[in-house]
């Protein structure tokens, strides 16, 4: 199986000027790979880090040493040196990030919003559109609600919508921040086949997911966070 | 009526020829001659206080002072008409500190100092033409900055002008400027022909006569040398159209000549009259009758009403 | 919508004085086709001497500011004849100013303003020019019966949106931004940011972008920099300068800010 992605040697800190300079180290040393065609749990116990790890892979989050290198182009591009010119480009074609919250701007429909990766990509309107609505279909979002701003939703309806976004386009890499939390037993069946859509069509994924059904379901391995964190192997 | 009348003896020896000093002759005919050199351009000049005030022509007066001669003939005129108060103090005091001949025809004339028109009769290489100028700056409507229009026209920044005539066609339906309205001269800059009603426009085109604006309050001076290229400003859709009457001159019957409309009584009579004097009565006096003659004479007096503006 | 490599303005080691105080020192910085740069920090930070000077409206001490001119190739802009830099500003760049009213010519309509540019680029035929002020009425999602009403008559979130017709006009590819959002009321804002962004995508516009609010920042721009006492004390892309910032200034600006 080909590489997507790997960590090498990464640390993380945060230092909080705000607060006497005290500086919180998170990690260090991290050594991660992720493959395509298979789908990684990110674990370890609530404050772990686990999301902040997956920040650093999107590159929301820089790193205070280290490497992390993705497959990008068909080339490898150390996102924690790369220019924020490339790290958008590698975002926009290679890698999708399914966050917990929505962020947008109000007034937006929500057909647009998730159609907009897509239509970044340069598939035609129509067709991006077309295949907005599949998803939020699938997703059980009521067709009444696709020309309103999703910021009127319900939390687990945001997180649907989120999610159309997240998978609308066909990325090599995806990050999944807790795509599950909020859903009920259909919509979460829906999200396991989308999934398990990418695993097929060779996607690398990397998970955070809250409950061991779903990990089950998905995950072709899993990545413990805990045995990074600083401290842990004193 | 006696065409041209020398005034004898009554140049006052207290005043020197044309009542300005030889020096301020002089430094106006270096502006005048930048201003010939630049055709449109406005040239600064040090404006001198005259003895009127400012709106009865100081401007005119003191560009006409600096390029009249003993031999000239002068020729005064308000909205066309030679014996309106502001023509007729300003031919006497030229008649009175140059001591020059005076005349009402305009093709005696040759200087033509005038405010608001432009005579009817076609002007000549050997005349000059003096307008009075109040605002002589075009793009002043929509930029008050006498930093940034300068720059405007140093730049041949030129699209405000067009601002204003959109504005009046969207207000209005066709361009509802008549008075001032903007012309290109050269094809390099644009100008204020002074508050001459559009009517005008086309005669400054090519005109044989040198013209020549003077502004006295606001001290510049500005020209058209003989035979410039004065086109004014229009839109493709909409362009430049002078003002046409329904009616003929009630007294000559000239239908080609810019007419004024005088109200006869308080019923609602009116007439349609030439505003320009002399191209009237030189026509009366071809034998020519408008529907209003009577066969009576009429002095010239008709013509104080504003134009069509 | 592709981003060219090819930067389409350079910013290189610019700094304005004004006597011994510092407006700004040493900022550089490119620029590409269809990048959105915001620049953030405090009143007084030297945000807007900075978009002075690199908009060619106050020539900086030190320092050069190149263009990428759609005729000439790359150009200082310091170095241009006034008459070029002056063509340039009304063509293919844009201004829009936190006040409505420093950008629209009050005393004339809507339509004359939006057309202004168009006339001044040479555009003579009337109902061309009013076509196209009545189209941009539309994008800016101001009723067309409002052509030729003056903008005094406007709100203050039409009169922005009419600015940004008036600058969009001749297609500019650089518009500068100060505080466009500054004095709006919040739901204004919401509408003024969404057409915004919708303008930057579909007209592939680069901007940059003053702002002392940090959640327009997020909404609109791609990369930050952070400005402290005239220097650029952090820059990078947007969502990790806010989540992340490594700059006790920063931090702060965040922590105090960032409430949502």
């Known amino acids: 199986m080909s590489e997507m992605l790997h960590a090498k040697k990464v640390a993380k800190g945060f230092t909080l000027h705000t607060q006497g300079s005290v500086t919180i180290p998170v990690f260090e040393g991290v050594e991660f790979r992720l493959n395509a065609g298979e789908c990684i749990a990110l674990t370890g116990e609530s404050g772990s880090g686990k999301s902040t790890f997956m920040r650093m892979l999107y590159a929301n989050y820089t790193c205070s040493s280290g490497s992390i290198s993705v497959l990008h182009d068909g080339d490898w591009l150390d996102i924690t040196t790369a220019s924020p010119h490339a790290i958008l480009d590698m975002r926009k074609r290679t890698m999708g990030y399914v966050s917990q919250f929505l962020r947008v701007i109000p007034r937006v429909p929500t057909l647009e919003i998730v159609a907009e990766p897509l239509i970044a990509l340069g598939t035609a309107r129509e067709t991006a559109m077309e295949k907005a609505r599949d998803l939020l279909t699938r997703l059980r979002i009521p067709e009444r609600l696709w020309q309103l701003s999703p910021l009127t939703f319900s939390g687990g309806e945001q997180q649907r919508v989120n999610i159309a976004r997240g998978f609308i386009a066909d990325y090599p890499i995806m990050l999944l921040d807790e795509p599950t939390a909020s859903l009920d037993t259909q919509n979460r069946a829906t999200v396991l086949a989308l999934i398990e859509e990418a695993k097929a069509r060779g996607a690398a994924i990397a998970g955070i997911f809250h409950d061991h059904e779903t990990r089950d379901a998905v995950c072709t391995g899993s990545f413990d966070v805990t045995s990074f964190k600083v401290g842990a192997n004193d | 009526m006696e065409q041209t009348v020398n005034n004898p003896a009554q140049a006052s020896s207290a005043y020197n020829f044309a009542y300005l000093d030889e020096q301020t002759k002089r430094m106006i005919r270096r502006a005048l001659l930048k201003a010939v050199a630049i055709p449109g351009y406005q040239v600064p000049f040090a404006g001198r206080e005259m003895p009127m005030p400012y709106g009865w022509g100081t401007g005119g007066v003191q560009v006409t002072a600096a390029v009249i001669g003993p031999d000239d003939t002068l020729k005064v005129i308000d909205q066309g008409a030679d014996d309106t108060t502001n023509a007729v103090s300003i031919r006497q005091f030229f008649a009175k500190t140059a001591n020059v001949a005076t005349t009402e025809k305009t093709a005696k004339a040759s200087i033509i100092q005038t405010r608001h028109r432009i005579p009817e009769k076609e002007l000549r290489e050997d005349q000059i033409l003096v307008y009075q100028v109040p605002i002589p700056e075009p793009l002043r409507f929509l930029e008050p900055r006498e930093t940034e229009t300068r720059k405007m026209h140093a730049l041949e920044e030129y699209g405000l002008m067009h601002v204003k005539l959109y504005e009046d066609i969207s207000r209005h339906g066709h361009i509802a400027t008549t008075y001032a309205y903007p012309v290109m001269v050269n094809d390099r800059y644009v100008m204020d022909p002074s508050p001459t009603p559009k009517f005008d426009n086309p005669k400054m085109d090519m005109m044989a006569a040198l013209q020549l604006f003077g502004a006295g309050r606001e001290k510049r001076i500005y020209a058209l040398p003989p035979y410039t290229k004065v086109k004014s400003l229009d839109f493709e859709d909409h362009p430049f159209e002078v003002q046409s009457w329904k009616d003929e001159c009630g007294m000559c019957g000239a239908t080609d000549s810019y007419l004024d409309e005088v109200i006869l009584d308080d019923k609602g009579n009116r007439m349609f009259v030439c505003s320009d004097t002399d191209y009237c009565s030189e026509r009366q006096d071809a034998g020519h009758r408008g529907p209003q003659h009577h066969d009576q004479p009429l002095g010239t007096s008709h013509s104080n009403g504003k134009a069509a503006e | 919508m592709t981003r060219s490599n090819e930067p389409l303005l350079r910013v290189s080691d610019l700094t304005m004085m004004y006597g011994d105080r510092v407006g700004c020192r040493n900022v550089s910085f490119e620029l590409r086709p269809g990048e959105v740069l915001g620049i953030v920090g405090e009143s007084g930070s030297g945000k807007s001497t900075l978009l002075r000077s690199i908009s060619a409206q106050q020539e900086p001490t030190k320092g050069t500011v190149e263009y990428h001119t759609r005729i000439d190739g790359i150009r200082d802009v310091y170095q241009m004849s006034e008459a070029q830099r002056r063509l340039l500003m009304r063509t293919d760049w844009a201004f829009v100013h936190q006040n409505a009213r420093d950008g629209l010519r009050m005393n004339v309509s809507a339509g004359a303003n939006i057309g202004e540019r168009l006339m001044a680029v040479g555009d003579r035929h009337y109902g061309n020019i009013r076509?196209?002020?009545?189209?941009?009425?539309?994008?800016?999602?101001?009723?067309?019966?409002?052509?030729?009403?003056?903008?005094?008559?406007?709100?203050?979130?039409?009169?922005?949106?009419?600015?940004?017709?008036?600058?969009?006009?001749?297609?500019?590819?650089?518009?500068?931004?100060?505080?466009?959002?500054?004095?709006?009321?919040?739901?204004?804002?919401?509408?003024?940011?969404?057409?915004?962004?919708?303008?930057?995508?579909?007209?592939?516009?680069?901007?940059?972008?003053?702002?002392?609010?940090?959640?327009?920042?997020?909404?609109?721009?791609?990369?930050?920099?952070?400005?402290?006492?005239?220097?650029?004390?952090?820059?990078?892309?947007?969502?990790?300068?806010?989540?992340?910032?490594q700059h006790a200034y920063t931090q702060l600006l965040v922590s105090s800010i960032l409430q949502n």
């Not at chain 3, 004095?183 to 969404?194: E, F, H, P, W, Y």
């Not at chain 3, 919708?198 to 920099?225: E, F, K, Q």
């Open chain 3, 131 to 245: 076509n196209a002020a009545e189209n941009w009425l539309g994008k800016v999602e101001i009723a067309t019966e409002r052509l030729d009403d003056l903008p005094s008559t406007f709100s203050g979130g039409m009169q922005q949106r009419l600015q940004i017709a008036r600058n969009l006009v001749t297609s500019p590819r650089l518009v500068f931004m100060d505080e466009p959002t500054g004095g709006l009321d919040v739901s204004v804002q919401a509408r003024l940011l969404d057409l915004l962004r919708g303008l930057v995508h579909d007209l592939n516009l680069a901007v940059i972008i003053v702002t002392h609010d940090l959640a327009v920042a997020r909404l609109l721009s791609h990369r930050l920099m952070v400005m402290q006492r005239g220097e650029v004390i952090e820059s990078g892309l947007t969502d990790q300068v806010l989540d992340d910032p």
